[in-house]
T-cell receptor
């Protein structure tokens, strides 16, 4: 079990720049989730994929945010025209499709907007 | 809207003290309940889960949780904490609509 891998671990960028994060889930997991976590809060759901299909998006995911999972394996989360409020930890999690199995989380990507 | 409340944001205990962390959720249907732990510098890890059956579930490292349906609660307990239990603890609910809803977390510090 290689676990869920996220890249990069840290990203520092200037306001207005675009950023892209990558998540590699556990290989046999069909479900993939993106969350955002800010200080003092629990993870907040952003979006969910089952294989390559994006089945749900949170209202937190403004039109500056886009996520893809083109081949049903790795996923990317892109934020365009970053704002100060985008500073957070972005978490990826995956789980098997069978039943309501618990999620396995990656270490996250910490985004800091200057 | 579904929500999860964790009433204790910070807890400080001495080693060997007993622990109980509260978790209440708001959802009227069937739920699956989880506790996750995040040790300093590490990713979220599953501590225990409840799907159905015995409402008292046991997890790793001596933790247990009790599901009380009438109270919409899923409190986490440990009879005797250790310094290594210092971490942040998150309660989460899965209601079958793909989304997991997490509480705000409880930061536990155990004094050696």
């Amino acid at each position: 079990d290689t676990g869920v891998s996220q890249d990069p671990r840290h990203k520092i960028t200037k306001r207005g720049q675009n950023v892209t994060f990558r998540c590699d889930p556990i290989s046999e997991h069909n479900r993939l989730y993106w969350y955002r976590q800010t200080l003092g809060q629990g993870p907040e759901f952003l979006t969910y994929f089952q294989n390559e299909a994006q089945l749900e998006k949170s209202r937190l995911l403004s039109d500056r945010f886009s996520a893809e999972r083109p081949k049903g394996s790795f996923s990317t989360l892109e934020i365009q025209r970053t704002e100060q409020g985008d500073s957070a930890m972005y978490l990826c999690a995956s789980s098997p499709v069978e039943g309501n199995q618990p999620q396995h989380f990656g270490d996250g990507t910490r985004l800091s907007i200057l | 809207a579904q929500s999860v409340s964790q009433h204790n944001h910070h807890v400080i205990l001495s080693e060997a003290a007993s622990l109980e962390l509260g978790c209440n959720y708001s959802y009227g249907g069937t739920v699956n309940l989880f506790w996750y732990v995040q040790y300093p510098g590490q990713h979220l890890q599953l501590l225990l889960k409840y799907f159905s059956g015995d409402p008292l579930v046991k997890g790793i490292k001596g933790f247990e949780a009790e599901f009380i349906k009438s109270k919409f609660s899923f409190n986490l307990r440990k009879p005797s904490v250790q310094w290594s239990d210092t971490a942040e603890y998150f309660c989460a609910v899965f209601s079958g609509t793909y989304k997991y809803i997490f509480g705000t977390g409880t930061r536990l510090k155990v004094l050696a």
